[in-house]
């Protein structure tokens, strides 16, 4: 797999039925490793070990209603309270970062009002502080560790 833009992770891989694995340790099994699961699961290692998020506060696929339809979000972090904190979008990395992009991660937001949104492809990361009065979001340099 590509080297992405973000430490390196010492990860459990294993080949089974011609397919490569990862072992998520949040759902506590092995997945089908594809460019955006490889992302995703570096993602959530930068989270807790570079940003010490607890483990007991982040949750993989979470699904939910957009416009009457079903949507998942790729890895939704919850405050202390159990309110949503920030929701990730993690794309391959040969995926460009669009404002559509920008655009998804809004629309699940109208819906969980998250205080911070991040869109990574695993080469570029944004990082997006929201300002709710403004309706706008706010570019940060780098995403706050937990407090």
């Known amino acids: 797999m590509q080297k992405l833009n973000l430490p390196f992770?010492?990860?459990?891989i294993k080949s089974?039925?011609?397919?490569?694995?990862?072992?998520?340790i949040l759902r506590k099994k092995y997945l089908v490793l594809t460019p955006e699961e490889w992302v995703r699961q570096h993602f959530v290692q930068f989270l807790i070990q570079e940003k010490k998020y607890p483990v007991s506060l982040?949750?993989?696929?979470?699904?939910?209603?957009?416009?009457?339809r079903k949507k998942r979000t790729d890895i939704l972090i919850f405050d202390k309270n159990g309110m949503h904190d920030i929701i990730?979008?993690?794309?391959?990395?040969?995926?460009?970062?669009?404002?559509?992009?920008?655009?998804q991660i809004a629309?699940?937001?109208?819906?969980l009002k998250a205080?911070?949104?991040?869109?990574?492809?695993?080469?570029?990361h944004y990082y997006c502080k929201m300002d709710f009065e403004k309706e706008a979001y706010i570019f940060l340099e780098e995403l706050p560790s937990y407090k």
């Open 115 to 124: 205080n911070y949104l991040i869109v990574t492809n695993g080469l570029s």
């Open 58 to 68: 982040i949750a993989l696929e979470k699904q939910l209603v957009v416009n009457n």
């Open 16 to 24: 089974s039925e011609n397919k490569t694995l990862i072992f998520d």
């Open 9 to 12: 992770f010492d990860f459990k």
């Open 88 to 103: 990730v979008e993690c794309k391959a990395p040969s995926i460009k970062i669009t404002q559509d992009t920008f655009d």
């Open 107 to 111: 629309r699940y937001n109208l819906k």
